[in-house]
């Protein structure tokens, strides 16, 4: 079931729902809160035990939001919640019966009928010289037509979008350092006047803090095994043998393009060809050229300034990293047992962990784990060579900022792409 708690105002949606979740404690290994509001991964929001339920509480803009639970195993609806419906969403390869969670809440007033904040998702300006101001409308009672109101100057609002509980309107007004507005909705029975607003558009962007030189990038992806490949077929690792030399040497036709910034997927050591299995988060793995050759690509980048990205992959390791090599080895006398989401003391059989040790040939390894053996942590959509993190961990946290720094500081990167970062929780970020 859901329950909403309370209002909160919020410096970018306006204002939030805190709503709680919960469910009979029905002894699963963990449990997850799932929906569109996190991709439906799991990760970002696990369930606490309080008495005989489970329960998160999360805030979200108001709307209507799909949800469900998960276990180890298999989705879960919520049967205490009659309304649901199948939710299909292709960009998250999802589609299942889900509930749903009717997060608007009335209470007679004029901002269950229209809302809006001097907040950026509200209020921005688009090049100095113009700014574009929104206001949301409920669907309930929908408006016969929208104005903003600047220095007595009525413009009309165009509809922009709409969905299952509100309209959206939205108009460009010149920009003014300091804006002042306020709105008249027309209703077919009456009008509102809404407000009095007002923002310095300055401090608001400088609120948002994105770089402006973001604003100018062409970006180009690259995973360096694939770039160049080396080989016509594939290793039994899935490697084709793509490295930094190869797009050194094939520099020009990048910024033939008009490129001016790469981000690259995982170039850590790791097993897999696409190496979001991190086995250690300061080495660029030798198959790549090691980090001397990245010395030498990224210098070759700043002479064209080319900006760098990295893809962060902070939700898992490798099973093959050393702390949890270490975990394996030690159990719960590992002084990285607590960085893992272990959900019984014994981790793995102790045919499991004499096979990873061993570190046999990929094929044999997955085979024999899929086919005979179980392990007991959490890990990346319940594969065994990801362990998930325990982002409640301080030490984990500390560790993730340790890596971020490392490449900015010695490298010289621009910024990163997260990896999995709706499986995180959000106040990690």
């Known amino acids: 079931m859901y329950k909403i708690l309370r209002f909160v105002e919020d410096n970018f949606f306006g204002r939030v729902l805190e709503i709680e979740f919960s469910k009979k404690d029905l002894g699963e290994e963990y449990v997850y809160l799932l929906g569109n509001f996190n991709a439906f991964n799991e990760g970002s929001f696990r369930m606490k035990k309080r008495g005989r339920r489970l329960y998160t509480r999360i805030f979200l803009p108001e709307g209507i939001w799909y949800y469900l639970f998960s276990t180890r195993y298999r989705l879960i609806l919520d049967e205490e919640n009659a309304e649901v419906e199948f939710y299909k969403r292709e960009s998250y390869k999802f589609n299942s ?3 749903i969670c009717r997060a608007v809440y009335f209470e007679n007033t004029t901002e269950d009928l229209v809302f809006h904040r001097p907040t950026p998702l509200y209020v921005y300006t688009l090049d100095g010289k113009n700014s574009l101001v929104r206001l ?21 609002m165009k509809k922009i979008a709409e969905d299952r509980a509100f309209a959206f309107y939205e108009a460009i007004v010149p920009a003014k350092n300091l804006l002042e507005y306020s709105f008249i909705v027309e209703y077919p029975e009456n009008s509102i006047k809404y ?33 160049v490949p080396q080989r016509t077929t594939p290793d039994s690792f899935g490697h084709f043998g793509g490295n930094f030399k190869g797009i050194m040497d094939n520099f020009n036709y990048l910024i033939k393009l008009g490129v001016n910034a790469l981000y690259l997927t995982p170039i850590y050591k790791s097993k897999t060809y696409h190496s979001y299995d991190v086995e250690d988060y300061f080495l660029v793995d030798e198959k790549y050229g090691g980090n001397e050759l990245f010395s030498k690509f990224v210098s070759k980048c700043r002479t064209y300034n080319v900006k760098i990205f990295l893809d962060g992959v902070f939700h898992h390791t490798s099973a093959y990293h050393k702390f949890f090599i270490d975990v394996l080895r030690n ?8 960085w893992y989401k272990i959900f019984n003391e014994k ?31 959490e890990s990346f ?19 993730v900022k340790k890596v971020v720094k490392f490449w900015i500081n010695n490298y010289g ?3 990163w792409r997260i990896d999995v970062a ?3 929780p959000p106040d990690f970020w």
């Open 195 to 227: 407000g009095e607003f007002s923002i310095s558009l300055a401090e608001l962007m400088e609120s948002v803090k994105i770089p402006n030189w973001i604003f100018d990038l062409i970006i180009y992806q690259i995973m360096v095994d694939r770039f």
């Open 422 to 424: 709706h499986g995180v």
């Open 97 to 99: 019966k889900v509930n």
């Open 413 to 415: 990167i621009s910024g």
């Open 136 to 156: 949301r409308a409920s669907r309930h009672k929908v408006p016969k037509e929208v104005f903003i109101v600047i220095n007595g100057i009525k413009r009309k």
């Open 331 to 338: 159990g719960k006398n590992s002084k990285y047992f607590e």
């Open 347 to 377: 981790i793995a059989p102790k045919e499991f962990v004499e096979e990873v040790l061993k570190n046999a040939p990929k094929k044999e390894r997955e085979c024999y784990f899929s086919k005979r053996l179980d392990w007991y942590y």
């Open 381 to 399: 959509f319940n594969v065994w060579i990801m362990p998930r993190l325990n982002h409640e961990n301080p030490e984990v946290m500390k560790f």
